[in-house]
C-alpha cells in the first residue's frame, strides 16, 4: 500500500512538474496569441496583413534598441544610454545632411561611428575604471542629451532653419536616407512592407544567431553567468563586456538613422520614450519561452507583445495617458510570472 500510495504521489508529482514545464515554456506565447485573438474580436480593423505590418513598423525601431540593451544583459551589464545615443544619431544625421550638406553615406557612417564609440566608451568606464554599468550610462545619457543640443542651441535640424551663427542651413535630406525610413516593399500587398520592419527582423536573426550559434556568444553567456569562473578559464572577458557595450551603442544608432529617415528632420524630442519601451521589451523576453534570462528571441516577442497590446487598446479607444501604465503592469506581471515559476520549477526539481 505504501508502495501504491508513493506511486500516485509520484505521478501527482510528475504531472505537476510537467505542467509548470508547459506553463513556463509556452504561457506567455499563449498570452500574446490570445491578446491578438481578443483585439481581433473586440477592435474593429485590427486584423488584417495592414495593420499587423503598422504593428511591426511601430516596434521596428524599439526592437531595435531592445535587442542592444539584450547584448548588455548578456554580459550581466545595462545601458540606460541607448535612447540618448538614439536621438543623437538622429540630430547627428541630419546635422551632417543639413548644415554640413554631406551625403546620406557620410551621415549613416558618422552615426555608427558616434555609437560605437560611446559604447566603447561605456565599456571602459565599466571595466577599466570600475564605474556600475548603471551610472556610467546614467552619467552618458546625460552627457549626450546635453551634447546634442550645444550645435543647434536646444533647436531642431531642419532645412532653411537660421543657424546660431546666423547663417541659413541649405542641406536636404537626400533620398537614398529618407527611403530608409519610408520605403515599403510590395509582398503580396502593394507597398506593404516598410525598410525598418526588414531591417529589424534581419537584425534580431542576426542578433539570434549571434548570441546563441557561436562561440562568441556562449562565451558572452558565461560571463553573465558567473563573471568570475570565465575570466579563470581564460575569458577575455574585458574585451567581451566592451563588444557588448559597442553592440548596443550601434544599434541605438541605427534606430536613430531610421527615425531621422522616418522624420525627415533633427526633431529633437522625438526619442522620449525610446528608453522605456527598449527596456520594456528586452525584459518581458525574459517570460518568452521560460528562458529566464536575456535572449533575442524573446526581445523581438516582447517588442512585438507590447506593439500589440498599445495598438489594440488604441483602437479600442482607451486613453493614450493609460498606456504607460499597462506598459509596466504588463512588464511586471511578466517578470513575476517568470521567476515564480522557475522557482517553483527549481524546487520541484530538488
Given amino acids: 500500500m505504501a508502495e501504491i500510495g508513493a506511486g500516485r504521489?509520484?505521478?501527482?508529482?510528475?504531472?505537476g512538474r510537467g505542467f509548470t514545464h508547459y506553463a513556463i515554456r509556452y504561457g506567455f506565447l499563449l498570452l500574446l496569441v490570445g491578446l491578438v485573438i481578443f483585439f481581433a474580436i473586440f477592435a474593429p480593423g485590427f486584423a488584417g496583413p495592414r495593420p499587423a505590418v503598422f504593428i511591426f513598423q511601430s516596434v521596428a525601431i524599439t526592437g531595435i534598441l531592445a535587442l542592444g540593451v539584450t547584448c548588455t544583459l548578456v554580459v550581466g551589464g545595462f545601458d540606460l544610454s541607448i535612447g540618448s545615443v538614439a536621438t543623437s544619431a538622429l540630430m547627428l544625421s541630419a546635422y551632417v545632411m543639413v548644415v554640413m550638406e554631406q551625403p546620406a553615406i557620410v551621415a549613416v557612417l558618422a552615426c555608427l561611428a558616434m555609437g560605437a564609440a560611446v559604447g566603447a566608451i561605456n565599456g571602459f568606464l565599466i571595466v577599466k575604471m570600475r564605474v556600475p554599468d548603471l551610472l556610467a550610462t546614467l552619467g552618458m545619457m546625460f552627457l549626450l542629451i546635453g551634447l546634442q543640443r550645444i550645435p543647434t542651441e536646444g533647436n531642431s535640424i531642419s532645412t532653411g532653419m537660421t543657424l546660431p551663427s546666423g547663417e541659413v542651413a541649405e542641406g536636404t535630406f537626400s533620398a537614398a536616407f529618407l527611403w530608409i525610413g519610408r520605403h515599403r516593399f510590395d509582398f503580396f500587398l502593394e507597398d506593404l512592407i516598410p525598410v525598418p520592419v526588414v531591417l529589424f527582423l534581419l537584425i534580431a536573426v542576426l542578433i539570434w544567431v549571434f548570441l546563441e550559434l557561436t562561440r562568441h556568444g556562449r562565451l558572452m553567456y558565461a560571463i553573465g553567468s558567473n563573471e568570475r569562473a570565465a575570466g579563470l578559464a581564460g575569458t577575455p572577458v574585458a574585451r567581451?563586456?566592451?563588444?557588448?557595450?559597442?553592440?548596443?551603442?550601434?544599434?541605438?544608432?541605427?534606430?536613430?538613422?531610421?527615425?531621422?529617415?522616418?522624420?525627415?528632420?533633427?526633431?529633437?524630442?522625438?526619442?522620449?520614450?525610446?528608453?522605456?519601451?527598449?527596456?520594456?521589451?528586452?525584459?518581458?523576453?525574459?517570460?518568452?519561452?521560460?528562458?529566464?534570462k536575456p535572449n533575442a528571441f524573446g526581445t523581438a516577442i516582447g517588442a512585438l507583445f507590447v506593439g500589440i497590446l498599445l495598438q489594440g487598446l488604441t483602437m479600442m479607444n482607451a486613453p493614450y495617458y493609460t498606456q504607460d501604465f499597462v506598459k509596466g503592469a504588463v512588464l511586471v506581471i511578466a517578470l513575476m510570472f517568470t521567476f515564480a515559476l522557475s522557482q517553483r520549477k527549481a524546487g520541484a526539481g530538488h
Fill in 240 to 292: 567581451y563586456k566592451v563588444l557588448a557595450y559597442m553592440i548596443s551603442g550601434m544599434l541605438a544608432s541605427v534606430g536613430g538613422i531610421l527615425l531621422a529617415a522616418r522624420l525627415g528632420r533633427g526633431d529633437i524630442a522625438s526619442g522620449n520614450n525610446l528608453l522605456l519601451d527598449s527596456v520594456a521589451a528586452a525584459l518581458i523576453g525574459f517570460a518568452v519561452l521560460g528562458a529566464a
Fill in 9 to 15: 504521489a509520484g505521478a501527482r508529482g510528475g504531472q
